[in-house]
């Protein structure tokens, strides 16, 4: 019973998102999946770098929220700066009621202002994928008997025109860095697409604002191969997003100790707070793998179960440049 009506419910929050200002993904690793926080990075590593993630979110629902994405990017010095493609698969709701697929190139034009401080500035074209799974697995509030739960015998909704919707998105970017600072921004969904089944709503824009640093723990000590532990590094950090209406802030602290990682970032919103995220990772020569748990202390605690996320980063040998360029520092999880 309380499964049929968690069910009940979960699919009838999912039409709603069909016409409804929908959110995009909240990834918990930021710089582990740098092209979806912000395009600008495209290139920002030099060498060819494929990034993996995998997230389930909330699984202590009835079918828990799943994405998947990849990422490749590579500096050209004839183009001066980088390219870069993603791709995305999100599923919600049981059996991936409603899912998004999304296909993304950008370029980042790469600049030198000061001797240390470099600028990147992106521009991103995606094509989106809206599908809705309509089979028996919705459930709407007037197929909810209060006795007996769910009854196949009441009509629900009457099925839209069309299930799939492609369309065409844009999002930008732009990067500053020096040797222990980098901060940036992003605008995402800047035609605001529409992705509604039964009527149009369009995808509100989101704003990314984001920034942080490096503190050596002891600013004399040289910093040891990927082989052995390395000078302690210290980096706070925050992100700061804006959709919809909703504000959300994070900050967060990284300990890099090499080969080791672990950060805690607290997540929370205009009124109230969401969540407390722990972070570890492994990075190897140019291999990297990283997890990190949402603990929910919001009122959704008690039925989610958090939420999980893997990344595998891997950095290809530098093809041979005409010109040396330097590799915009961030954090690696």
């Not at 039409?15 to 409804?20: D, E, I, Y």
């Not at 995606?126 to 209060?146: C, E, H, K, M």
């Not at 999980?308 to 040998?317: A, D, F, K, S």
Request: glycine share 10%; hydrophobic share 40%.
């Amino acid at each position: 019973m309380k499964k049929g009506l968690k069910t009940a419910l979960l699919g009838v929050m999912l039409l709603g998102a069909a016409g409804a200002n929908a959110q995009d993904v909240p990834f918990s690793q930021f710089y582990a999946n740098p092209l979806y926080l912000n395009p600008a990075f495209a290139g920002s590593a030099v060498a060819p770098r494929i990034s993996l993630t995998y997230r389930a979110q909330w699984p202590g629902l009835v079918s828990p929220y799943t994405t998947v994405s990849a990422s490749y990017d590579q500096y050209f010095n004839d183009l001066h700066g980088g390219i870069g493609a993603i791709i995305m698969s999100d599923r919600q709701g049981d059996h991936g009621i409603l899912s998004t697929n999304m296909l993304g190139v950008m370029y980042a034009f790469h600049f030198q202002v000061t001797r240390d401080i470099h600028i990147s500035a992106a521009l991103q074209t995606s094509l989106v994928q809206n599908a809705l799974n309509w089979s028996t697995y919705l459930r709407f509030p007037g197929q909810i008997d209060p006795q007996t739960g769910y009854t196949y015998g009441i009509d629900g909704m009457q099925k839209p025109d069309k299930t799939s919707r492609i369309s065409l998105d844009f999002n930008a970017g732009m990067l500053v860095s020096g040797n222990k600072w980098y901060g940036g921004f992003a605008v995402s969904h800047l035609t605001q697409p529409n992705q509604a089944f039964y009527s149009e709503d369009r995808v509100p824009m989101k704003i990314t604002v984001h920034g942080g640093g490096f503190f050596n723990v002891n600013e004399e000590a040289r910093r040891q191969s990927s082989l052995g532990l390395g000078t302690p590094i210290i980096s706070p950090n925050i992100v700061y997003q804006y959709q919809g209406g909703l504000h959300y802030f994070n900050y967060g602290v990284y300990l890099d100790w090499v080969p080791f990682l672990v950060g805690v970032w607290f997540r929370h919103g205009t009124e109230n707070i969401d969540a407390f995220i722990f972070q570890a990772g492994v990075q190897q020569d140019h291999f990297k793998v990283g997890y990190s748990y949402d603990v929910t202390v919001s009122k959704l605690a008690n039925s989610t179960a958090g939420s999980h996320e893997l990344t595998v980063g891997l950095l290809l040998p530098v093809p041979e440049q005409k010109k040396k360029v330097k590799a915009i520092r961030c954090p690696s999880f």
